[in-house]
């Protein structure tokens, strides 16, 4: 496959997947914000949430102090930040006609119609009150996506590199949506354990739509810190779960060395994520820092994205 055919269906698949989840931390964000009894001094939502996205810098430069209005607009429709709403499914869009003749109807109709209908979106339309049902939307529509790619197209190499950029992108987004909690919106230490603290961790989890699967899976109706991360991170019968993207990373990649008969570098680097959160547990994990942790698996996934599109000669 032409390295240019292999980029636009990664970006394709990792733009959808980036849209959900900037939906996903918008909700994070709003949800937390409309909490009561918040710690005075510790009411700093939006600001995570921008941080969380990577897009705190691009923001400032833009704007004087985030507020609701402004960062939803930001993260949803300013098409001059590269990871809005908007941007990304534009993007994505142009990827997949790039490639058209190498998709499926059913996977073009669904990313070309998304675009079309959030085209007739006006942004001063989705007030704070409308935000969660237009987020709800654009889940709907990247899931019916993802579900076209995965219910129509060959388990050939056009489908290894969708997954590929699905399930990268997706690694780096649970990460950064534990991070939102964990180290930027941290309480106190003396309000570790109380409601609002319980309360951000059930919001984390119901955006990652993971909040009856927690409580199934532990058969615990508390929110604790260790059993969430843990989840979230090590268990791989949750599907945003780090080590089930990692594990899905390295199903790809497999189908590629079988198709190609070859091996390279991102094929060891994603076996060596993979085993490292295969052989982790939630002790080691938190003794030495799930911030610093989290900073190190973002910075170890963003490599071996580096190095599948050198390897696959493409950006």
């Known amino acids: 496959m032409l390295g240019r055919t292999a980029s636009s269906l990664y970006w394709m698949s990792r733009y959808v997947e980036r849209a959900e989840n900037m939906a996903r931390l918008l909700e994070v964000g709003y949800r937390i914000s409309l909490m009561p009894g918040a710690v005075e001094g510790h009411r700093d939502e939006w600001r995570s949430t921008l941080t969380s996205a990577d897009c705190a810098l691009a923001f400032d430069l833009k704007h ?33 006609r790039a490639v058209r003749t190498a998709l499926t109807r059913d996977v073009w109709e669904t990313i070309n119609a998304t675009w079309n209908q959030l085209a007739q979106v006006k ?16 889940r709907q529509r990247t899931m019916a996506f993802r579900g076209a790619l995965l219910g129509t197209m060959l388990r050939n190499d056009t489908y290894y590199f969708s997954q590929l950029g699905n399930f990268i992108e997706r690694a780096d987004n649970t990460a950064r949506i534990l991070d939102v909690k964990y180290f930027i919106l941290l309480p ?50 949750m599907p945003r779960s780090l080590v089930f993207s990692a594990y899905w990373v390295n199903m790809a990649l497999e189908g590629l060395a079988n198709l190609y008969g070859k091996k390279y570098e991102c094929h060891e680097l994603a076996q060596e994520t993979y085993s490292n959160l295969k052989s982790a547990s939630m002790e080691q994990i938190f003794q030495s820092g799930l911030h610093e942790f989290l900073q190190d698996f973002m910075a170890s996934n963003n490599k071996l994205s580096r190095v599948i599109g050198s390897t696959y000669n493409f950006p």
């Open 64 to 96: 004087p102090e985030p507020n609701s209005a402004r960062v939803i607009d930001f993260l949803l429709f300013d098409e001059s930040n590269p990871s809005s709403v908007k941007a990304c499914l534009r993007t994505a869009r142009n990827n997949g």
């Open 123 to 138: 942004p001063a339309s989705i007030t704070a009150e409308r935000l969660p049902e237009f987020l709800e939307w654009i």
């Open 188 to 237: 106190r230490p003396g309000d570790v354990g109380s409601e609002l603290d319980m309360q951000q961790w059930a919001q984390i989890l119901r955006s990652v739509s993971a909040h009856r699967a927690y409580r199934w899976f532990y058969r615990d109706s508390r929110y604790r810190p260790w059993l969430v991360s843990e989840f979230l991170i090590l268990k791989e019968e």
